[in-house]
């Protein structure tokens, strides 16, 4: 990512949309410069992107313009972020097409309708979410699941795209089905189709890999080159379309776009029936996690690098805003899109009005210049598609985390054969199912040894890994995690068996700086302990527990029964205790 040096009205204010903007004023002619910059450039990277993700969702292309012109103005009102860049983007679309293709035919207005009321529902989701603030819900969808869940998707949309650069015919949600699909259709392959396709594909991973080394001798800047290099899709679409027009290939059998209507999307509601929203639900709900948990990353990314904070809360207001007024205005569902939102950084946005003005460019281009679309070929189209989401893939992530934890290394694997072999949702639920049980089986073996005090200072440490002091009647035990049901009995076993080691053992120390909270059965299992040490001559203490903790236990009967202290400090308890021993002896 390149560093820019910005100017910003007041500071590092946070600003909520353009409303906060407003508030915050010394909106001047060099950010407004800036703002459209940065606009124009987005606009030219969102021209083929918008076209292009209507296609894999399974849509008339001008779909993808419209939800690039309301739903970018909702998002800058209720926003915070100055450089989230939000529209059509790759995986909701597949989504899309996922939840849109058992119930309508692609392309139809019966499918089209269900878009936008998929549109509507996602935005309803998000907004609910920000006014109760469930943002923490994306937390569910954890690192290892979702990046194993764009890899895999990577891998469908690349074979989905198939039938668009080869002409053969690709069906199937799954791996598996698509890739039957192929052999059975073979014979249908096009060859002026597939020297499009692969001709815009090897164009554009070329400009993808090559660009900076062949245009270093020209002096220009590593930020122009950057620019430039994700320029290279509207390059490839501007070729291919004078190649088609040129040579009369739509005449042959290559597919194109043909008229798209020119002019503003009407607004109109959708059509809406419980039947329909019964079954748009489920979609609704994980295009909305999904897409939420993708922008907020990227926001923050983003916003790290100025000192802006990004509120989540009011990030789901934003993009619920944005795909409501999609809902009304003929488009799709949409969030924040990685390269967008990296290309709007550093062409130079500052404020949200940059997202106003890339708005007003598409509504332009809508206006006036759709005809120009005219001759563009579908080949060109999945071969951006295909560049973008393998791009998106991380191949590496899997060996990392496997490298790094087991537990989220076979997260991502179970998450990524999900997906592939038995589609987006039960690859997801399975992901997020492994990820728990990951969490749950950590929780059910927690990390507990017995400590000591190092020599000359007040710190105590494994008795495993340093060489400490110990005192032969007191035993100090700490424990690394929450007691919960899942490793109350474990515990016991551990506290009984260590002290079943140590007979001459005359007070259990239970070191808590570890324990963030307890929960009823590790409470029974606690009042459980206390009374069988008691029995055995032998008090229960506790050191460092947390106030909130504490607070729990003090609302119950358990200090009460304690046959030991609470101490503040491990030391203060080993210092008391042994001062106690003496006294006795």
């Given amino acids: 990512m390149l560093k820019q040096k910005t100017s910003h009205p007041k500071g590092n204010a946070l600003y909520s949309g353009v409303w906060g903007l407003i508030r915050a004023g010394g909106y001047q002619r060099a950010l407004f410069v800036q703002d459209l910059s940065a606009a124009l450039v987005v606009t030219l990277m969102l021209i083929p992107q918008s076209l292009a993700y209507a296609l894999l969702a399974g849509l008339p292309l001008q779909v993808g313009l419209y939800a690039s012109v309301l739903p970018l103005l909702a998002y800058a009102l209720f926003g915070t972020s100055s450089s989230l860049s939000v529209g059509p983007m790759a995986i909701i679309a597949l989504l899309i097409a996922i939840t849109l293709e058992p119930l309508a035919v692609r392309g139809s207005d019966e499918y089209v309708a269900l878009a936008m009321l998929l549109a509507l529902l996602s935005g309803v989701c998000l907004v609910l979410m920000g006014v109760l603030r469930m943002g923490f819900l994306a937390n569910f969808l954890s690192h290892p699941v979702m990046a194993a869940f764009i890899t895999a998707s990577a891998i469908l949309i690349s074979l989905g795209q198939l039938k668009g650069i080869t002409g053969i015919a690709v069906e199937g949600s799954t791996a598996w089905q698509q890739v039957n699909s192929i052999f059975q259709s073979v014979h249908s392959l096009h060859l002026p189709t597939l020297a499009l396709g692969v001709g815009s594909l090897v164009f554009l991973l070329l400009m993808r890999r090559f660009l900076l080394p062949l245009l270093a001798p020209l002096g220009l800047s590593a930020r122009g080159v950057l620019l430039l290099s994700r320029m290279t899709p509207l390059m490839a679409i501007l070729v291919t379309t004078g190649i088609v027009f040129a040579l009369g290939l739509h005449e042959q059998g290559v597919s194109i776009v043909g008229a798209l209507p020119q002019g503003l999307p009407q607004l109109q509601l959708p059509q809406i029936s419980l039947a329909h929203i019964q079954m748009l639900i489920p979609g609704a709900i994980l295009i909305s996690l999904i897409g939420f948990a993708e922008s907020i990353a990227i926001a923050r990314s983003l916003g790290a690098m100025r000192r802006q904070r990004v509120n989540s809360n009011r990030e789901l207001l934003g993009l619920g805003a944005a795909n409501v007024v999609a809902g009304f205005s003929g488009g799709m569902p949409v969030t924040g899109g990685l390269s967008r939102s990296v290309v709007n950084f550093d062409a130079g946005s500052v404020t949200p009005l940059s997202g106003v003005m890339t708005a007003a460019c598409i ?95 007040e710190h105590f440490r494994n008795t495993q890994r340093y060489d400490v002091e110990r005192s032969e009647r007191i035993l100090t035990l700490r424990i690394d995690e929450s007691l919960m049901f899942a490793n109350a009995q474990e515990v016991e076993n551990y506290l009984l068996n260590m002290l079943a080691q140590r007979t001459d053992v005359e007070h259990l120390v239970l070191m808590g700086s570890g324990i963030n909270h307890i929960d009823a059965s590790a409470l029974d299992m606690l009042e459980r302990v206390n009374e069988l040490l008691l029995e055995q001559g032998v008090q229960l203490h506790l050191s460092e527990i947390k106030g909130p903790v504490l607070d729990r236990l003090q609302q119950t009967q358990f200090l009460q029964h304690l046959s030991g202290q609470i101490f503040l400090t491990q030391h203060q308890a080993i210092q008391t205790l042994d001062q106690l021993d003496k006294r006795v002896d």
């Fill in 363 to 457: 509504a332009l281009i809508l206006l006036y210049f759709t005809g120009v679309l005219y001759y563009l070929p579908h080949a060109v189209l999945s071969a951006i598609i295909i560049v973008a989401v393998l791009g998106l893939a991380n191949w590496q992530e899997c060996r990392h985390l496997w490298n790094y934890s087991r537990g989220d290394g076979l997260s991502w694997i179970v998450t990524f054969i999900g997906v592939l072999l038995f589609g987006v949702e039960v690859g997801l639920m399975a992901g997020v199912i492994a990820s728990l049980a990951s969490w749950l089986g950590r929780s059910s073996n927690p990390h507990m040894v017995e400590v000591g005090r190092v020599p000359g200072t």
